[in-house]
T-cell receptor, first 115, second 115 residues
Framework: GAVVSQHPSWVICKSGTSVKIECRSL??????MFWYRQFPKQSLMLMAT?????????EQGVEKDKFLINHASLTLSTLTVTSAHPEDSSFYIC???????????FGPGTRLTVT | DAKTTQPPSMDCAEGRAANLPCNHS???????VYWYRQIHSQGPQYIIH???NNETNEMASLIITEDRKSSTLILPHATLRDTAVYYC????????????????FGQGTTLQVKP
């Protein structure tokens, strides 16, 4: 099956700094990538949808200037959490799709802790 | 996208079939039923999807009622490794023409497989 990787798998940063998370589709070209956030004991919440070469579409309530998404190639999307605060601590998960029928493939997630 | 309703939790004995129900009474004619599962602290894993016919793959079977208002995911011989949160999601399968193919996760069913 298709494989999606994320890097790093976990990161600890200080409040006020920025953190970049990478999402890669390893064996297919992803025309669309999605970013989710998951707090403890809660479900996944979609943050944004990104298509290669165009601006991301953010879900209502998600600050686009705080969560910068870049989808520069068909195999790589990045999420940058800018000026991170402790409340941004969460599990961030990406998924990728080639746009056809069927499933999205999810990465293993990145656990962000902001101190 | 249509909403789904799932029981919050279920138990199943190891080796027995696990039957997970899902109600989606407002599903549209072009919306598919998707099932994903999430094992603790991992990204979601695709299980199966279908439109109106029953589907089976190496992981599970999907039974969709004739009126498409509900479905059941069947894990034929549950193992301890099947303990996870199972999500039933309905969405349009094909991207394009303004359809992003995004998945909206509900609270899912926590399946506990017991020895």
């Amino acid at each position: 099956g298709a494989v999606v990787s994320q890097h790093p798998s976990w990161v600890i940063c200080k409040s006020g700094t920025s953190v970049k998370i990478e999402c890669r589709s390893l064996d297919f070209q992803a025309t669309t990538m999605f970013w989710y956030r998951q707090f403890p004991k809660q479900s996944l919440m979609l943050m944004a949808t990104s298509n290669e070469g165009s601006k991301a579409t953010y879900e209502q309530g998600v600050e686009k200037d705080k969560f910068l998404i870049n989808h520069a190639s068909l195999t790589l999307s990045t999420l940058t959490v800018t000026s991170a605060h402790p409340e941004d601590s969460s599990f961030y998960i990406c998924s990728a799709s080639w746009g056809g029928p069927g499933e999205q493939y999810f990465g293993p997630g990145t656990r962000l802790t902001v101190t | 996208d249509a909403k789904t309703t799932q029981p919050p939790s279920m138990d199943c004995a190891e080796g027995r079939a696990a039957n997970l129900p899902c109600n989606h009474s407002t599903i549209s004619g072009n919306e598919y039923v998707y099932w994903y599962r999430q094992i603790h602290s991992q990204g979601p894993q695709y299980i199966i999807h279908g439109l109106k016919n029953n589907e089976t793959n190496e992981m599970a079977s999907l039974i969709i009622t004739e009126d498409r208002k509900s479905s059941t995911l069947i894990l034929p011989h549950a193992t301890l490794r099947d303990t996870a949160v199972y999500y039933c999601i309905v969405r349009v399968a094909f991207h394009g023409s303004g359809n992003t193919g995004k998945l909206i996760f509900g609270q899912g069913t926590t399946l506990q497989v017991k020895p």
